[in-house]
């Protein structure tokens, strides 16, 4: 039985940097699939006609990862996952637009406005739902650019299902954390030197892996008045979010020596980085 990884690129939860670390791992062997057009359109016969032309392939990510998956004999697809705090995601999205060098509705919204009225743009219905609910469209395969699960609920109920039952997945906030489950993972599934050490990419110069502050907490205060109404529309990635956190939890407790583990990926982090 081959096994594929399938990365669920989500827009700012950490995906260039699991990305490059794929890469670092499966070399040729890893598709970074940038043809969203195709991805949304074709959707699972997409996904399928690339996985039977390239049969050397091991992992492939993208952002328009299609829901549900093609059904392909001999091949295990192993859907893949980073959750991340809403109000932390919010921040990190109106940095890296500002600096976009775009002219997307969002990168021209957010070099005119400061961070509370590029929020309070952000949450007109009328504008893209990037931080609106957007983890849980993306999890349940409506996607920005798809209308086949219009109620929000039933896009939640699907997402949750999913992150409960994903084989492959992870907490940005907790990135080193949920290399360590994750690369057990792998290594249970035959990868066994699998190695999802880092280099941070595409990071906002405000948000980082790893840290004691409390970036969500940060952001409510910034916000004001208006931190009600975005974690009102930001509800089901806030539940998202929690049951990602619990799932974390309980499989890290399952793995022997954590700590002694995570300090060993740290040491193979720094390694990278020098």
């Known amino acids: 039985m081959r096994s594929l990884i399938l990365h669920g690129h989500i827009f700012k939860n950490a995906g260039t940097t699991l990305d490059w ?31 039977k032309i390239n049969p ?30 809403p109000m932390s995601r919010i921040e990190s999205v109106y940095q890296f637009e500002r600096r976009q060098d775009s002219d997307t509705r969002g990168a021209i ?26 983890q849980c469209l993306n999890i349940s395969g409506a996607g920005a650019a798809r209308s086949s699960i219009d109620d929000e609920t039933s896009r939640f109920a699907i997402a949750a299902d999913r992150i409960a039952n994903l084989p492959l997945f992870g907490v940005v906030d907790r990135y080193d954390e949920s290399m360590i489950v994750m690369e057990a993972k792998l290594q249970d599934m035959g990868w066994d030197n699998i190695d999802l050490a880092y280099k941070r990419q595409n990071i906002s110069p405000q948000v980082f892996l790893r840290g004691n502050d409390d970036p969500a907490a940060r952001v409510s205060k910034d916000l004001g008045e208006l931190a009600p109404q975005v974690l009102e529309k930001n509800r ?4 998202l979010y929690q049951l990602a956190q619990k799932r974390l939890d309980h499989e890290i407790a399952e793995i022997a020596d954590f700590e002694k583990k995570l300090l060993d990926f740290s040491a193979r982090c720094a390694e990278l980085d020098n």
């Not at 309070?120 to 609106?132: S, Y």
Request: proline content about 7%; some cysteine; glycine content about 4%.
């Open 21 to 51: 670390a794929l890469a670092r791992n499966f070399g040729e062997n890893f598709l970074d699939h940038r043809d969203d057009e195709a991805m949304v359109s074709e959707a699972s016969d997409c996904l399928r006609d690339l996985i």
């Open 56 to 85: 050397s392939l091991q992992a492939i990510s993208s952002h328009q990862m299609p829901f549900p998956l093609p059904e392909l004999g001999g091949i295990e697809l192993l859907p893949l996952y980073l959750l991340r705090h």
């Open 109 to 134: 919204a957010a070099k005119r406005f400061d961070f509370k009225a590029y929020v309070a743009w952000r949450m007109q219905t009328d504008v893209p739902p990037t931080i609106r609910n957007y």
């Open 236 to 239: 089901y990635d806030l539940e």
